[in-house]
């Protein structure tokens, strides 16, 4: 650590917070004795814990002086923190958390020249993003490599979720040795080979009439962290109601439809932008959704795979077989469920 000036910055907490514990373990490991100093305005002033941090201590000890909450300060308090932080006592070193994602302005009032001061940053990746990320972030925080394909059952293991993905990441890093890099085959090792099953996963291949991937899906029910059959069905059912409408609007503007299959990067988005608004898909206020929830999933592709008379015909198969396990004509196990999605994926095109 060359640097005695430490800035972590974003709007991951969490990243934020394992890096902030491997920066205090690596600092005791350095030398032994750092006093951890963290500020905090209900116990004293910050003209007093600047005046302090600025006085060497004149004792064989290190201190370290922790400003969490870097994004609550006033332009004043940043601009007295970077004057402080310009000559600093050998002994001295501070660390800085700013939990938001832009972070110029801060580092702008703060006045550092870059080479004073190492700067991490830490910000939440959206879901196509994730497997990029991750393999950044683990060099980062853990200072050792993840391939591709460990990356990606990571991300599908833990199902996007950051905090299980940290979790996760905290195992590997205590089973391998330093700077070991992580292989697909460690992920498989310590965190298996099994990713959860949601209903989503069986909606999505009904609506690619892909049979062998409902059959696994159907076989893994049991291990859907719970997930009912019921629970399976009116997912179902309401996936296949947004098909229709997709599958009518698309009727009605073929142009605009064609788009999402055959236009530029910027065409595709704003064609599937509209279609999702349009039908009601997704609202105004949900832009972020668009990817995970109607690209990525390629629901409008899922939609051209059936005719609307035949969507038509899936939503009174699927309402028949909701009222019947409503009235205790049909029984709602997996065997009747199978039949039913056998009958959708089978279909005939007309």
């Known amino acids: 650590m060359s640097v005695h000036v430490h800035i972590f910055t974003g709007d991951d907490v969490l990243g934020m917070s394992a890096a902030r514990e491997r920066f205090l373990q690596a600092l005791s490991e350095q030398k032994e004795g750092w006093e951890h100093r963290a500020f905090d305005d209900t116990q004293h002033t910050l003209d007093d814990f600047l005046a302090d941090m600025q006085s060497p201590t004149f004792l064989d000890g290190s201190r370290l002086f922790h400003f969490r909450h870097g994004e609550q300060f006033s332009p004043r308090e940043v601009r007295l923190l970077g004057l402080a932080m310009q000559d600093l006592p050998a002994d001295t070193r501070v660390l ?14 703060l006045n550092l020249p870059k080479k004073t001061y190492e700067r991490k940053n830490f910000i939440k990746p959206r879901d196509y993003k994730m497997v990029e990320w991750l393999q950044g972030q683990t060099d980062m925080l853990w200072e050792r490599s993840i391939d591709l394909d460990g990356a990606r059952l990571l991300v599908e293991h833990c199902d996007h979720d950051l905090a299980a993905i940290y979790r996760e990441l905290q195992k590997i890093d205590t089973y391998l040795a330093p700077a070991q ?24 291949a009904l609506g690619f009439r892909k049979w062998n991937q409902v059959e696994q899906v159907l076989r893994h ?38 788009l999402v299959f055959r236009g530029t990067f910027h065409q595709k988005n704003d064609a599937a932008k509209e279609i999702a608004f349009s039908t009601g ?48 004509r049909f029984r709602l196990d997996l065997s009747s469920f199978t039949e039913l999605c056998s009958t959708i994926v089978g279909m005939e095109r007309r």
């Not at 399976?232 to 309401?238: H, K, T």
């Not at 051209?304 to 396990?325: F, V, W």
């Open 96 to 109: 800085i958390e700013y939990g938001k994602v832009s972070s110029k302005e801060f580092l702008s009032a």
């Open 281 to 328: 898909i997704l609202q105004p206020d949900q832009e972020k959704r668009l990817y995970p929830a109607v690209i990525k999933r390629g629901i409008i592709g899922q939609a051209a795979k059936y005719s609307l008379r035949e969507l038509r015909g899936i939503q009174i198969s699927l309402a028949e077989y909701d009222r019947g396990c409503k009235g205790g």
């Open 181 to 204: 890099p992580i292989r697909l085959e460690t992920v498989q090792l310590i965190c298996g080979t099994s990713v959860a099953i949601k209903p989503d996963d069986l909606c999505d």
């Open 221 to 258: 029910v049991e291990d859907s962290k719970g997930y009912s059959l019921m629970f399976f069905l009116v997912s179902v059912e309401r996936h296949f109601w947004n098909l229709y409408k997709i599958r009518a609007y698309s009727e009605t503007h073929r142009d605009r439809a064609n």
